[in-house]
């Protein structure tokens, strides 16, 4: 199970991260602007909601303009790249018997056009759980995925790993026991919130290939 934004592709460093600076300089140049590594812990912490109402300020009706603003940012940016090496990674891990499923907060649109332009349609998940508008209990920290893959799957726990940047899905995965979890410390400014990261994971992966070795991925001949 992996999650995508900043764990599968860059989307903080390149699109999310300067989307926030522009939009800060150009409604709330009062305001101090976190660095990258503030960003991060900030998200780790409490999240872009709470930031934006109660530290910023921003009204209901500047959140949907807020919202708006980073959907116009995005769709002038090219799409965000995966990690070097993270699509090789899924592919040996399928060519040697393992399931890919993404459980992410992005929708399911935006992570299928994702690997199909990254891949020309040529490697796509097994299983997509994107976020439902309306339905947080089938998203993580909810345990929804996990009992859905098992069932269709057979897995047992002990089978499955959760690989996440951020602590909604290594708790989704302490929540079921047996299930391991890596967290993911490789894309630029994670690390203010390493520390806090180790009370979530059983494994911290500082580069791609770490995720390979913990899961005793072998290496191409």
């Not at 399931?99 to 796509?124: C, M, P, W």
């Amino acid at each position: 199970m992996i999650d995508h934004d900043d764990t599968a592709v860059n989307s903080t460093e390149l699109i999310n991260y300067p989307c926030y600076v522009e939009f800060m300089k150009k409604y709330y140049s009062d305001k101090p602007i976190l660095t990258i590594e503030m960003w991060y812990e900030m998200l780790w912490d409490i999240g872009l909601s709470e930031y934006y109402k109660n530290q910023v300020g921003l009204t209901d009706d500047m959140v949907q303009l807020e919202h708006s603003y980073w959907k116009n940012y995005i769709s002038e940016k090219p799409r965000p790249p995966f990690f070097d090496g993270f699509i090789d990674l899924l592919k040996r891990f399928k060519e040697q018997g393992g399931i890919v499923a993404v459980v992410s907060f992005s929708s399911k649109d935006v992570i299928l056009r994702h690997y199909n332009e990254a891949t020309n349609g040529q490697f796509i998940p097994d299983e997509i759980f994107g976020y439902q508008h309306g339905h947080p209990e089938f998203s993580k920290p909810n345990t929804y995925p996990i009992e859905q893959l098992i069932k269709k799957y057979g897995f047992k726990p002990e089978e499955m790993v959760m690989v996440d940047d951020m602590k909604e899905g290594l708790i989704m995965a302490n929540r079921v026991k047996g299930v391991k979890s890596i967290g993911v410390q490789y894309s630029e400014g994670h690390g203010k919130t390493v520390d806090k990261m180790k009370e979530y994971c059983d494994f911290i992966a500082y580069k791609v290939n770490d995720i390979a070795d913990f899961i005793g991925l072998t290496t191409e001949e």
